[in-house]
């Protein structure tokens, strides 16, 4: 419920936009385009494929279509307000971004948590792999990898509008959290410790996959079958982990301790790499290192290619 009196937020952050908005509009669709297109094309590779319906990629499925889930809560809206001389938001609307992107970024850690336990169970724990990672189990996990974010970000956003808020501009893009607290005329005491232990709890997932990897990468060095095994399938994993986590972290030391020296551009870059950068190089990553997936997506490609031109002829 919105105690304050504040009905719409004002975005600050596109005061730097103004003489390259066409341009700005122009790579923002064509960065959409390039994400819908490798997300789609992978969950698509994936569904079509009864060889693909093993847990590493239901999980890689799962991550994609966060993807485009995170993807579409920023784009749409930024190319409206790129081409548009007032940058307001609703607050319901501020607030409804904030659980999109937000809960995104949470789905997004759950997810690569499950992808490493998926990897420890594989390499470290072959004979037992089938039996723990069941169907049941799989379909289990990937719903509570959404179902325990999406309640965490519907927790803070309730925090986030009991505030009486005595401002209404956000130095973003796009509305943040963290921006809107600081908004707050009173004290937001709970709003810091629910975010701290947000924080932490989503800091435990890192060094759980930490501590996977050390198994990892113990058992993968004894053996040349071992080394082959986690270069395929755990490369590709470490590559998004440290993806997402660098760009998160950009958003998060921006969010609470940038620098009001800091060129505007430069913080608004910050502020959106984790928006942009995932979403495309996950999928691309998986996609051309992982061996299945890549033979599918040939085979699929080149299918519709004769299809076209058998058509076209």
């Known amino acids: 419920m919105n105690t304050s009196s504040i009905v719409v937020f004002s975005l600050t952050g596109f005061s730097a936009t103004v003489n390259y908005r066409v341009t700005l509009f122009s790579l923002t669709l064509l960065c959409y385009f390039l994400i819908l297109m490798v997300n789609i094309a992978l969950i698509l590779t994936i569904i ?17 279509i966060n993807g485009l889930y995170g993807t579409a809560g920023f784009f749409p809206r ?20 904030v659980f999109v992107i937000y809960s995104n970024a949470k789905v997004d850690y759950s997810t690569l948590v499950l992808m490493a ?20 189990r799989t379909v289990v996990l990937v719903t509570l990898s959404w179902l325990v974010p999406l309640c965490f970000e519907t927790l803070v956003i309730s925090l986030t509008s009991t505030l009486k808020l005595c401002g209404s501009n956000i130095n973003k893009l796009y509305c943040e959290n963290w921006s809107i607290v600081k908004l707050a005329c009173g004290s937001t ?30 058992v993968a060095l004894k053996s040349r079958a071992g080394r082959k095994k986690f270069t395929q399938t755990c490369a590709p994993h470490l590559f998004c982990l440290l993806n997402v986590t660098t760009a998160l972290l950009f958003d998060l030391m921006f969010s609470r301790y940038g620098s009001a020296s800091l060129p505007q551009h430069l913080k608004n870059f910050m502020a959106i790499e984790f928006l ?4 495309i ?21 080149r299918k519709s290619m004769s299809l076209f031109k058998k058509r076209l002829f």
Request: aromatic share 14%; with cysteine; charged share 15%.
């Open 189 to 218: 005491k709970v709003n810091d410790i629910v975010g701290l232990i947000f924080i932490t709890f989503y800091c435990c997932h890192v060094v759980c996959i930490a501590c996977s990897y050390v198994q990892l990468v113990n």
């Open 78 to 97: 930024f190319a409206f307000d790129l081409l548009s001389d007032t940058h307001l938001i609703s607050y319901v609307g501020c607030l409804l971004q």
């Open 117 to 136: 336990y998926d990897r420890y169970l594989a390499i470290c724990r072959p004979l037992e792999y089938h039996s723990v990672m069941s169907v049941r």
């Open 276 to 279: 942009i950068i995932p979403p």
């Open 281 to 301: 190089l996950n999928p691309v990553c998986y996609g051309w290192v992982l061996t299945k997936i890549r033979r599918r997506m040939i085979f699929l490609c």
């Open 48 to 64: 079509s494929d009864q060889n693909l319906h093993e847990p590493m990629y239901i999980f890689l499925c799962s991550l994609c």
